[in-house]
């Protein structure tokens, strides 16, 4: 019998009917999710799952709607019907042609066949063709109790690390970062004159010989050479007076040195300007004559002779070479020619990053700028994470960010190692356990685990025995032990009735809210211990748990409440309404109790807050409480609804709280980092991590300073500095979330860096300032505020943007710039400036417009609210303004409001929950909740 060999190939005209759409994929779930948006009868779909040739992988599944009207995504690929079961790509036909009366004789009656290019042609049987049940269909139970299973012991079966059989040393493995830079050419002197240089110029090496051939002559004739007159008896004690030899001979030497220098400074420039017209022209052979603007003259030692030719080195990116060592020989550049080498370097650098040359980049950094933040990060993106976390670790000091580095390269025994020196054990746990070595892994957790509980961190310690060692009732033990007297008392009895009911323990939790009852009476903590039963009334899973807390709470309540004091009385009350969510009246009546109450019991006379008589508003205090430990609070800010506070007593110290006053401190976090305490922090971020930048100190690492719960996992904040940074004199957030910092105490070392969420650098520019704006006037921290397209800096008492490389002063004020605010992404362009001596509204671009205001206030915290209120507060006054930004009154600011405080000098002026409600938090420790009234 003859035999046909067919194959598809594209139409030679037109196409067949779409009768199937075939699905790219190897998961069915993305099958599912294709045809869940297809507006078909998916009951009546027929689908074929598409194998790779000779390969058991799936590549995708076609599939056969009952009608032609479902609309497919742009992924599917249509595919079109031969004879009753043959399918392929609607453009495609049978090589050689075969009449359509005949394709049914190719092909069995019972199968379908789908020809996909590249895959060949499958044949699916009645039992392979699915519908879209099958596909989430349940499989049958197998009798097997899972839930029952114990972990067996588990043998490593990966690759935990490739070693070299001969280590080789960080100079070894960097040798590669020339690349080609400078393969030609040793001696600048055979390059081209710069346009500018004149052909008549001495030559820098005989200028240079020369200075240090005066240089010796003048030591050796400081001994030969006397004065006319010098001579005298040995017996005579007057002193000889100089004579005219000695000024001709002294005079002489000076003015040749001075005309030597003069000739060698020249030599120098002309040698600069060749390098600088060789950067532009050929960056490689231009880098290999670089002269280094990075400052560290101290890492050489002594002084080499001076010259005047820029000598080749090695462009190579080398560790070794950082280590100094060698005499230097140091030029003193003009400033306008540090500032081009320092703009060109950074271009360059900008320049190899883009083109992947990452270790080329990184050498332009370090060895030339001294950037070593910018090198790290750049190493880093080019995946050299080995010298990246050299230079974290050993030029930067930054240990954590070495053991994220190295974790991020997958070299996990180096990571082990560095986590282990940072005693960060649960993270060692965790890498021992992805490298599959277990039991190193569980020493690691219960060292972890232990460090918690000697700080009495009972969540963190009960989490790990929970989640990492899978001991549930050592957790519940640990998270037990912390009440009534642990530091976290009150969320250790939250997270310890979440656990129980997770572990279906509704027995065991009923026994512990009867001894928490208990506690109550013996403690006399009512009103904490009722509230707690409330919480379990509203999260727990279990509904007999739920009505027995409520049921315990209820006889807490009742019977305290009538021999409460006031104060106890309110929370009580507040606590009852929880349990009856459904009681309109309730709140009612506890009111009438409280106003009847106070007839018998008058309450102390509270202290009213003297409001300054205004026609369109007042101020009013909500709410006051204290955070503790005294004036030590340097910064502030909210995230979520809670108001986190950073200051420094001893170390850094931690507080959260809301706006109830209910206050929770951490004083732990960077025990291994004492700052002075007048080191001034700021503290940046709408969620976690919060972004903390100690000014002038050097960069934080990331620690959790304040642990969620399985109640609540997003009350876990962390805070730090930032990868990318260094030691930060000003900073602000940008409005998509990038973090903008000044870096450099000085004019020509200040730099203007941005860095993104994940710690990359994104661009960094030197800062140089406008004309007749001095550096030397500005605050400490800098004043800085970012918007989507500009960034502005307060400088003494001027105003200056920075928009691309352009910089410009937008306004000048008769008093010193102490501070900047602005609103939120999608606010009003207006800026407050807070001046030494009042405030101002700067209203920038076309129409702009300057109003002062607050005249009367001192250095105040300013915030422009969500509302369209300015608000300023010093250390005796707070004074409210609605801005006007409607075209027609835009540039009005009216006062609505003012009051007198006496909490002390505040440190952040904060939004509230409501658009007319603002946060003054003091730095001793005095959080006031304020609404504006109009």
């Given at each position: 019998m003859p035999q046909i060999e067919l194959a598809i190939r594209p139409r030679a005209a037109g196409r067949l009917d779409t009768a199937a759409w075939f699905i790219p994929g190897a998961s069915p779930q993305q099958w599912i999710e294709e045809i869940a948006s297809w507006r078909t009868d998916q009951r009546s779909l027929r689908i074929i799952a598409i194998r790779e040739q000779d390969s058991l992988l799936l590549a995708g599944a076609l599939a056969i709607p009952s009608d032609s009207d479902c609309r497919p995504s742009g992924r599917c690929v249509a595919y079109g019907r031969l004879g009753e079961n043959l399918y392929l790509p609607t453009d495609a036909e049978l090589r050689p042609a075969v009449p359509l009366a005949d394709v049914a004789g190719l092909f069995a009656e019972d199968y379908l066949y789908v020809w996909t290019p590249g895959r060949g042609l499958t044949a699916a049987g009645p039992l392979e063709v699915f519908s879209l049940g099958a596909l989430v269909r349940p499989p049958a139970p197998t009798g097997d109790a899972w839930e029952s299973a114990v972990p067996g012991v588990g043998f490593p079966s990966m690759i935990v690390a490739i070693l070299p059989h001969q280590t080789p040393t960080a100079d070894g493995l960097l040798d590669d970062a020339r690349d080609g830079i400078g393969d030609h050419?040793?001696?600048?002197?055979?390059?081209?004159?710069?346009?500018?240089?004149?052909?008549?110029?001495?030559?820098?090496?005989?200028?240079?010989?020369?200075?240090?051939?005066?240089?010796?002559?003048?030591?050796?004739m400081t001994g030969l050479v006397r004065p006319a007159g010098s001579?005298?008896?040995?017996?005579?004690?007057?002193?000889?007076?100089?004579?005219?030899?000695?000024?001709?001979?002294?005079?002489?030497?000076?003015?040749?040195?001075?005309?030597?220098?003069?000739?060698?400074?020249?030599?120098?420039?002309k040698e600069v300007a060749r390098l600088l017209g060789l950067l532009e022209n050929d960056p490689d052979q231009g880098l290999k004559y670089a002269l280094p603007i990075d400052g560290s003259g101290g890492a050489h030692r002594g002084r080499s002779l001076p010259g005047a030719r820029l000598g080749m080195h090695n462009t190579d990116f080398s560790l070794g070479r950082m280590r100094g060592g060698g005499a230097a020989d140091v030029w003193d550049l003009p400033f306008d020619y540090q500032q081009q080498l320092i703009a060109k370097y950074r271009e360059l650098a900008a320049r190899e990053a883009r083109l992947g040359r990452y270790r080329r980049a990184a050498y332009i950094y370090a060895e030339l700028l001294g950037d070593y933040n910018a090198a790290a990060s750049t190493l880093e993106q080019g995946r050299c994470f080995r010298e990246a976390a050299v230079l974290y670790r050993d030029r930067l000091k930054n240990d954590q960010a070495a053991a994220e580095c190295l974790e991020r390269g997958e070299l996990w025994a180096e990571a082990i190692d560095a986590y282990r020196a940072l005693e960060q054990h649960e993270k060692v746990g965790d890498l021992f356990r992805h490298i599959q070595q277990n039991d190193a892994a569980s020493d690691a957790y219960h060292a972890a685990a232990d460090a918690h509980l000697l700080l009495d961190q009972r969540l963190e310690a009960a989490r790990i025995y929970d989640e990492k060692l899978r001991e549930p009732d050592r957790a519940i033990a640990t998270l037990d032990g912390g009440w009534p007297a642990g530091l976290q008392a009150k969320t250790c009895v939250q997270a310890a009735l979440a656990l129980r009911g997770r572990l279906g323990r509704h027995d065991s939790a009923r026994e512990r809210i009867t001894e928490l009852a208990r506690c109550a009476?013996?403690?006399?903590?009512?009103?904490?211990?009722?509230?707690?039963?409330?919480?379990?009334?509203?999260?727990?899973?279990?509904?007999?748990?739920?009505?027995?807390?409520?049921?315990?709470?209820?006889?807490?309540?009742?019977?305290?409440?009538?021999?409460?004091?006031?104060?106890?009385?309110?929370?009580?009350?507040?606590?009852?309404?929880?349990?009856?969510?459904?009681?309109?009246?309730?709140?009612?009546?506890?009111?009438?109790?409280?106003?009847?109450?106070?007839?018998?019991?008058?309450?102390?006379?509270?202290?009213?807050?003297?409001?300054?008589?205004?026609?369109?508003?007042?101020?009013?205090?909500?709410?006051?409480?204290?955070?503790?430990?005294?004036?030590?609070?340097?910064?502030?800010?909210?995230?979520?609804?809670?108001?986190?506070?950073?200051?420094?007593?001893?170390?850094?110290?931690?507080?959260?709280?809301?706006?109830?006053?209910?206050?929770?401190?951490?004083?732990?976090?960077?025990?291994?980092?004492?700052?002075?305490?007048?080191?001034?922090?700021?503290?940046?971020?709408?969620?976690?991590?919060i972004h903390l930048l100690p000014i002038g100190a050097g960069p934080l690492p990331m620690k959790e300073v304040f642990a969620g719960c399985d109640a609540a996992p997003s009350d876990c904040v962390w805070a730090g500095t930032p990868k990318?940074?260094?030691?930060?004199?000003?900073?602000?957030?940008?409005?998509?979330?990038?973090?903008?910092?000044?870096?450099?105490?000085?004019?020509?070392?200040?730099?203007?860096?941005?860095?993104?969420?994940?710690?990359?650098?994104?661009?960094?520019?030197?800062?140089?300032?406008?004309?007749?704006?001095?550096?030397?006037?500005?605050?400490?921290?800098?004043?800085?505020?970012?918007?989507?397209?500009?960034?502005?800096?307060?400088?003494?008492?001027?105003?200056?943007?920075?928009?691309?490389?352009?910089?410009?002063?937008?306004?000048?004020?008769?008093?010193?710039?102490?501070?900047?605010?602005?609103?939120?992404?999608?606010?009003?362009?207006?800026?407050?400036?807070?001046?030494?001596?009042?405030?101002?509204?700067?209203?920038?671009?076309?129409?702009?417009?300057?109003?002062?205001?607050?005249?009367?206030?001192?250095?105040?915290?300013?915030?422009?609210?969500?509302?369209?209120?300015?608000?300023?507060?010093?250390?005796?006054?707070?004074?409210?303004?609605?801005l006007n930004n409607r075209a027609k009154g835009a540039g009005r600011v009216a006062l609505r409001g003012a009051t007198v405080h006496d909490a002390g000098r505040p440190i952040a002026v904060l939004p509230g929950r409501q658009t007319d409600e603002f946060v003054v938090v003091t730095g001793a420790g005095s959080v006031s909740v304020y609404r504006l009234l109009i």
């Open positions: 050419g040793d001696d600048l002197a055979r390059l081209p004159k710069s346009p500018d240089e004149s052909l008549l110029g001495a030559s820098g090496a005989a200028i240079g010989a020369a200075l240090s051939a005066a240089a010796k002559a003048l030591r050796g001579e005298r008896h040995s017996g005579d004690q007057t002193p000889a007076r100089s004579g005219a030899g000695s000024r001709g001979t002294g005079g002489a030497l000076d003015r040749w040195l001075t005309q030597l220098r003069k000739s060698l400074q020249a030599a120098r420039n009476r013996q403690l006399a903590r009512h009103a904490e211990v009722a509230g707690l039963l409330a919480d379990v009334f509203e999260r727990y899973a279990d509904r007999g748990v739920r009505g027995y807390a409520a049921e315990v709470s209820s006889q807490i309540i009742a019977n305290r409440l009538r021999l409460a004091p006031l104060a106890e009385v309110d929370s009580l009350l507040a606590t009852l309404a929880r349990l009856v969510p459904g009681d309109p009246l309730l709140p009612r009546d506890g009111r009438q109790y409280v106003q009847n109450r106070k007839q018998y019991r008058p309450a102390p006379l509270a202290r009213q807050a003297i409001v300054t008589p205004t026609t369109a508003g007042r101020i009013e205090r909500v709410h006051q409480f204290e955070l503790g430990l005294g004036d030590v609070w340097k910064a502030a800010a909210v995230i979520g609804d809670s108001i986190f506070v950073a200051g420094i007593d001893h170390g850094l110290v931690f507080a959260r709280c809301d706006g109830r006053g209910n206050v929770e401190r951490r004083t732990d976090a960077w025990l291994e980092r004492p700052l002075p305490m007048d080191t001034e922090l700021v503290m940046l971020g709408e969620k976690s991590p990318g940074h260094g030691v930060v004199w000003g900073a602000a957030v940008g409005s998509l979330g990038q973090i903008w910092s000044i870096e450099g105490r000085n004019e020509p070392d200040a730099v203007l860096v941005c860095v993104n969420g994940e710690g990359a650098v994104v661009a960094t520019r030197s800062l140089r300032l406008p004309s007749g704006v001095d550096w030397q006037d500005v605050s400490i921290p800098v004043p800085i505020h970012a918007t989507s397209l500009r960034v502005f800096v307060g400088v003494g008492n001027s105003l200056i943007y920075l928009q691309g490389d352009e910089a410009r002063t937008l306004e000048r004020f008769e008093r010193r710039i102490v501070g900047l605010a602005g609103g939120g992404p999608y606010a009003s362009p207006n800026i407050a400036v807070s001046l030494d001596a009042g405030a101002a509204v700067v209203r920038p671009g076309f129409g702009g417009s300057v109003v002062l205001c607050a005249e009367s206030l001192r250095s105040p915290k300013l915030l422009i609210s969500q509302g369209g209120f300015l608000v300023a507060a010093d250390d005796q006054r707070i004074e409210a303004y609605q």
